[in-house]
């Protein structure tokens, strides 16, 4: 039998081993997550050393004990000069053979001007996505008087006036686990893309194809017949850890994001809804916060700083008592 030079072995060798070390890691993304999935209350949890051991601990739910809410407001530290985007931006649209639609609202920037940074006049910012997440290995799990007090929106939609994804960041909440069966059980909420413009948009989303099966999809919106009665499409999305990216092929600059999360822990800062109160510009509340347990706020806002999470990849920490409403007021800081 004929025999491999050992040069030739040791080569061949160092390949497999290569290849083998690299599958190993495959699975195991250091990227911050957000949303839910599965008994994940959304992300990764605490990094700090104390609760090394306790990710590694039996998976159980969150016990309350009693409730509380979660309430503040978001401001935007840095320059608030954004011209040269705004110009950037609104070059692109007059490019478009409809840029009279697009840059008919001069009266309002949150549509004819960059979409990233949402900031109104007195600082304050829009499309800030706060969630909790338990301790370790702990998820969130409602229980019957949780479901029943319905602390969630019936209906969230994201609404395309001109030529814009209003609100740019979406926060849903269309399942949880049950507790008995252990199977999915829809919350009853509903989220709508709608078109009030008199031009047609599509939305094309991506997300993952595990929990989002087949992980992308395209609808077209026809035109609105006025602004008052706009097209629209349901999409009905999974839990999933990290956001669904939303777009229009039409108009190449229109994104956006839809959180999922399998808990109604989570919210999003006011300030870019068509219908938003100027007066709550960058505020946020959660509801029925389960207390007495350590929970850990996670603040993520897609263009700030350390991949979007600006309080750190584990959140900081908090323990509401029954009753009590906590104000916690952050900061965002552009890169």
């Known amino acids: 039998m004929s025999r491999l030079p050992r040069t030739v072995v040791v080569v061949l060798i160092v390949p497999l081993l290569l290849?083998?070390?690299?599958?190993?890691?495959?699975?195991?993304?250091?990227?911050?997550?957000?949303?839910?999935g599965g008994d994940e209350g959304g992300g990764e949890g605490p990094t700090t050393a104390e609760t090394t051991a306790a990710s590694?601990?039996?998976?159980?739910?969150?016990?309350?004990?009693g409730y509380g809410t979660l309430k503040g407001r978001v401001r935007y530290e840095g320059s608030k000069n954004f011209a040269a985007a705004d110009k950037a931006f609104q070059a692109q649209m007059q490019a478009q053979a409809d840029h009279a639609v697009c840059l008919a609202p001069s009266d309002d920037p949150r549509q004819v001007g960059q979409q990233e940074w949402i900031v109104s006049k007195d600082g304050f910012l829009a499309n800030v996505l706060i969630f909790l997440k338990p301790e370790g290995n702990d998820y969130f799990q409602l229980t019957p008087e949780e479901i029943k007090k319905k602390s969630w929106p019936e209906l969230v939609t994201v609404d395309q006036p001109h030529c814009a994804f209003m609100p740019r960041v979406a926060v849903l909440f269309p399942e949880y686990k049950d507790a008995k069966s252990g199977a999915m059980v829809g919350s009853g909420q509903v989220f709508k893309v709608l078109n009030s413009a008199p031009k047609p948009h599509n939305t094309r989303w991506s997300g993952d194809r595990l929990k989002n099966n087949p992980g992308e999809g395209s609808q077209t919106l026809a035109p609105a017949k006025d602004s008052a009665t706009p097209t629209e499409v349901v999409f009905q999305f999974h839990a999933q850890r990290d956001p669904i990216n939303i777009a229009c092929d039409i108009h190449k600059w229109m994104s956006g994001k839809v959180w999922v999360f399998n808990h109604p822990y989570a919210a999003v800062t006011k300030g870019d809804g068509p219908k938003d109160n100027p007066a709550e510009w960058g505020t946020y509340e959660i509801r029925d916060v389960p207390a007495g347990v350590d929970l850990y706020v996670v603040g993520w806002h897609e263009p700030a700083a350390n991949d979007g999470y600006f309080l750190g990849k584990g959140g900081r920490k908090i323990n509401l008592k029954d009753g009590e409403v906590q104000q916690m007021d952050l900061s965002v800081t552009a890169k």
């Open 19 to 36: 290849a083998f070390v690299t599958a190993s890691g495959c699975g195991k993304s250091k990227r911050p997550r957000g949303g839910g």
């Open 56 to 65: 590694s601990a039996p998976k159980k739910a969150v016990v309350a004990k």
